[in-house]
């Protein structure tokens, strides 16, 4: 991970206006920044699209005010600028990549992570986690995610992703997704979503999302 060029990014699209970071410690695998309100932890994501060869670094950007954890997501391609992926327009964008150096699936787990939140309608999308080390977001892989990933006996009826392509490079993906959150100090639930994203190689991809299930209490 590229710790400067990390640094710079997160002063420049994560922070709010007039943030100013007190404090910085870097080592070759994380780097964390303090401000007046908020530390943030930035870390390399185990997304796939950090496997994409066009891809130099993929980094998770965890804010943290307890009890309010909210997460970003910073893509370092080889050449360019980063993207801030947390904004609809750039994710928007990067859709144009899809079947052509970025899997349908890998596009998805983006999707799934950062905006499975309730309010997706603003410049900048703000996901919020239950904990530090919890994912603001799940892009549900197989059928029994419910039963076997997050165990939630209520949930609706869920399947894993699915992609086809048109002959000019048109395309439709379908998947669903999930946050996690606390309801109160012991009680945990769910918000549970079905997309369909379309796009192709000469525009930049559109969603659709449709809430399934909302408060969808897990078990104690």
Not at 43 to 70: E, H, K, L, N, Y
Not at 73 to 94: R, S
Not at 102 to 130: C, K, M, N, Q, W
Request: aromatic fraction near 10%; proline fraction near 9%.
């Amino acid at each position: 991970m590229d710790t400067e060029r990390t640094v710079e990014a997160i002063q420049h699209y994560v922070l709010s206006p007039g943030e100013t970071v007190e404090k910085t410690w870097t080592t070759p695998n994380w780097v964390s920044l303090r401000t007046r309100h908020y530390g943030y932890r930035a870390t390399p994501a185990d997304w796939a699209v950090a496997g994409q060869d066009w891809v130099s670094d993929a980094v998770r950007v965890v804010a943290s005010g307890q009890p309010v954890f909210v997460t970003h997501g910073l893509l370092f391609p080889v050449q360019g600028e980063p993207l801030h992926l947390n904004e609809p327009e750039v994710m928007a964008e990067l859709g144009r990549r899809v079947g052509a150096g970025l899997s349908p699936l890998a596009y998805a787990e983006l999707i799934g992570e950062l905006y499975s939140t309730r309010r997706i309608d603003r410049p900048v999308v703000h996901p919020f986690a239950a904990t530090e080390g919890t994912p603001a977001g799940w892009l549900v892989r197989e059928a029994d995610h419910f039963a076997r990933v997050m165990v939630a006996p209520d949930a609706p009826a869920v399947a894993p992703p699915a992609f086809e392509q048109g002959i000019g490079g048109e395309w439709t993906l379908t998947f669903f997704s999930h946050n996690y959150y606390f309801v109160s100090e012991i009680v945990t639930a769910v918000d549970v979503y079905a997309w369909t994203v379309t796009g192709g190689p000469d525009r930049p991809a559109a969603w659709e999302r449709k809430p399934l299930a909302e408060r969808l209490p897990l078990p104690v």
